[in-house]
T-cell receptor
Framework: AQSVAQPEDQVNVAEGNPLTVKCTYS??????LFWYVQYPNRGLQFLLK??????LVKGSYGFEAEFNKSQTSFHLKKPSALVSDSALYFC?????????????FGTGTKLQVIP | DVKVTQSSRYLVKRTGEKVFLECVQDMDHENMFWYRQDPGLGLRLIYF???????EKGDIPEGYSVSREKKERFSLILESASTNQTSMYLC?????????????FGPGTRLTVL
């Protein structure tokens, strides 16, 4: 069975500092990997995805994520955090094996950017 | 822009009532999904549909049913609401083209069952 682990319930970072939100996954074969963000009282918004190719994926709002196959990780990063980045972040995985495959979400990490 | 709308933002129902949650998407997506979101548990898939009148169980289908009579509309039904179904319900849609695609989410319905 596939799974996603987001080991930190909350990450605090000062405005202007780099941020990292961690994600590790387990799936049979190669993965599709996603990051979503949820602002208060809103649905989830897609940030970025990894399908194949370059291990560094760039997404919306200056976010990027690095795929590391040996460590089965897909950490979300941003060089300089903004207060407006404060939100709930979800990592998700699906097997890359043809046809529609179920997407499994992590439990979420709350990012708090401190002014 | 893709727009996914849900019929209610907030809903309060009593135990035993039949509850309908409606979801409509305007981008002609083949796939539609219902999730529930609970603190510490993330998103859990209830049901999904990859075509009109087609449905597949997700991870937690017990106590729920779904209906998809038209491509743009996907309904979640709680036949007899219980207090443990108090949750945030999120609808999503995605196209079918090549790889697994990102999902587009509605704003959510916060359901309280008393």
């Amino acid at each position: 069975a596939q799974s996603v682990a987001q080991p930190e319930d909350q990450v605090n970072v000062a405005e202007g500092n780099p941020l990292t939100v961690k994600c590790t996954y387990s799936v049979s074969g190669n993965p599709y990997l996603f990051w979503y963000v949820q602002y208060p009282n809103r649905g989830l918004q897609f940030l970025l995805k990894y399908i194949t190719g370059d291990n560094l994926v760039k997404g919306s709002y200056g976010f990027e994520a690095e795929f590391n196959k040996s460590q089965t990780s897909f950490h979300l990063k941003k060089p300089s955090a903004l207060v407006s980045d404060s939100a709930l972040y979800f990592c998700a995985v699906s097997p890359n094996s043809g046809g529609y495959q179920k997407v499994t979400f992590g439990t979420g990490t709350k990012l708090q950017v401190i002014p | 822009d893709v727009k996914v709308t849900q019929s209610s933002r907030y809903l309060v129902k009593r135990t035993g009532e039949k509850v309908f949650l409606e979801c409509v998407q305007d981008m002609d997506h083949e796939n539609m999904f219902w999730y529930r979101q609970d603190p510490g548990l993330g998103l859990r898939l209830i049901y999904f549909s990859y075509d009109v009148k087609m449905k597949e169980k997700g991870d937690i289908p017990e106590g729920y049913s779904v209906s998809r009579e038209k491509k743009e509309r996907f309904s979640l039904i709680l036949e007899s609401a219980s207090t443990n179904q108090t949750s945030m319900y999120l609808c999503a849609s995605s196209p079918t083209s090549g790889s697994v695609n990102e999902q587009f989410f509605g704003p959510g319905t916060r359901l309280t069952v008393l």
